[in-house]
Each structure stands twice: as C-alpha cells, then as structure tokens.
C-alpha cells in the first residue's frame, strides 16, 4: 500500500529517511503514568474507533494519528475563535489541521507528485482533497521555502 509514498526526510542532502538530525528537544517529556487516562481524548477516541483488547501495535499508531489530528484540530478551532472567526466559517474553509498541512509540505519538499499526496490525504485522513487545493498548498510550500532561504 504504501509503496507509491516515497520516504519524508530530515532535507538535507545526503541523510537517509530514517535521519533524526533536524529534531530539537528543549526539554525533557514529561512521563504520564497512565496514558490512557491521563491524556488527551484516549478514552473518547478509543470509543470512537472501537479499539478493543489486547491492542495491536496498528491499533496503537491509529490512536496516536487520530488523538494528534484532533489536538491540532482543536488548537486551531480555539485560535479562530479567540480571533473572532466563526466555529461554521472556519469548518467550511479548512480542510487539513495545521499539522497535516505543515506534513503536505514536507512531502513536497521530499518530492512527492500531487497525485501522491491526493492519494495520501484519501487513505490516512480520509480527506478528499482536489488538484486544485494540492497545488495550492504546494506553491505555498515553495513561497515559504524561498522566504527562509533568503
């Protein structure tokens, strides 16, 4: 299934995508004793998803994508809200959270096709995007890119 995805990297040339180089870690992380009490949405989301014991590790790996999809979700719906922006404007605009967009980057900058983002967004999110909408967020990337580069 995912051999049509090439691997995300670091970007920079030469490291393979298994390359750790571009992480930063400020501080320590904090443990949780129980992470399936402790944090954020788990029982809900567990619900939702009909996750049931014993837990398979891609059990576990859905979770944990759809727990960060709905954190950045929420974030952003309270950043809208906090501007002023209406909840029902906001739904109707945005497709992608603020961290599936900065991931739709990243793979065009790893060099993914439009076609194999399109697929991407369809068999992980769930999100039918269009040419149009990939282009778009594909030509913000390259903006963004040559800011911080100049």
Not at 43 to 67: A, H, N, T
Not at 85 to 99: E, M
Request: proline share 5%; aromatic share 8%.
């Amino acid at each position: 299934m995912f051999e049509q995805f090439p691997p995300t990297s670091c970007g920079t040339k030469g490291h393979d995508s298994e390359c750790l180089c571009d992480v930063v870690i400020d501080k320590p992380v904090e443990l949780m004793k129980d992470w399936g009490r402790d944090s954020f949405m788990v029982k809900r989301l567990v619900e939702e998803l009909g996750i049931g014991q014993p837990w398979m590790p891609s059990d576990l790996l859905r979770l944990l994508e759809f727990q960060t999809m709905l954190h950045d979700d929420v974030v952003a719906y309270e950043s809208r809200v906090a501007e002023g922006s209406t909840p029902v404007l906001w739904q109707t605009r945005r497709k992608f959270s603020p961290g599936q967009l900065r991931h739709i980057e990243q793979m065009y900058e790893d060099g993914w096709t439009g076609q194999q983002v399109r697929a991407y967004c369809r068999l992980m999110w769930g999100i039918e995007a269009t040419r149009a909408h990939v282009s778009k967020l594909n030509e913000r990337a390259k903006q963004r890119k040559e800011r911080s580069e100049s």
